[in-house]
């Protein structure tokens, strides 16, 4: 019995320190790791959302607090003028969640375009998500007719992928839900 107690005291003390050790360090790389997906993720998908402007949207970034939590906002500026706002939001693909970064005008009746972030689709079907014949098909389009042609709207859905292409669409339209809180914020964040 004794050496029972022993081995259980030796094995909590063992994880109490594992956990403290791994809270540290996810702590002490906290920034490092939210830099790195600022750099290599969100920066390239909205490189693909936005095609004119002259800002630089992940250092001009500002976070807005919603009802669903806080949101980062990317901003589009033209010589100073705020042109489309993006952000990024999540929806079930077959894979796990699909990450779509969003840009809307600046008044919110048009999609400036989509650009895919994270996903774990299937290659050669959902991941097809993230080339340009499906990203293209939302530039451009009215913010209040935002469906799959299956559903009514304009957005040809991937072949042999429509939970991805679901996915996609419900981000989308997330998004502009999203936007409707926001929309009154946006101009005077960035002094536009």
Avoid: H
């Amino acid at each position: 019995m004794r050496d029972m107690l022993k081995m259980v005291l030796v094995l909590s003390l063992i994880c109490g320190i594992s956990g403290l050790t791994l809270a540290t360090v996810r702590e002490a790389t906290k920034n490092r790791i939210e830099e790195q997906v600022l750099t290599y993720v969100q920066g390239p998908a909205l490189a693909q959302v936005f095609t004119d402007y002259n800002n630089n949207p992940v250092k001009d970034r500002k976070t807005f607090d919603t009802a669903d939590g806080p949101i980062t906002v990317f901003p589009a500026l033209k010589d100073g003028k705020l042109t489309g706002v993006a952000f990024e939001q999540f929806s079930g693909g077959y894979g796990g969640p699909v990450g779509v970064m969003i840009g809307l005008s600046v008044d919110g009746s048009k999609v400036e375009g989509i650009g895919i972030t994270t996903m774990k689709e299937t290659p050669g079907l959902g991941a097809r998500a993230s080339e340009a014949d499906y990203r293209d098909q939302f530039r451009n389009q009215p913010a209040n007719d935002i469906a799959l042609t299956k559903d009514g709207g304009k957005i040809q859905a991937i072949s042999g992928a429509t939970i991805t292409s679901v996915a996609t669409v419900t981000a989308v339209n997330n998004a502009i839900k999203i936007f409707q809180q926001l929309k009154d914020k946006l101009p005077t964040a960035w002094g536009s």
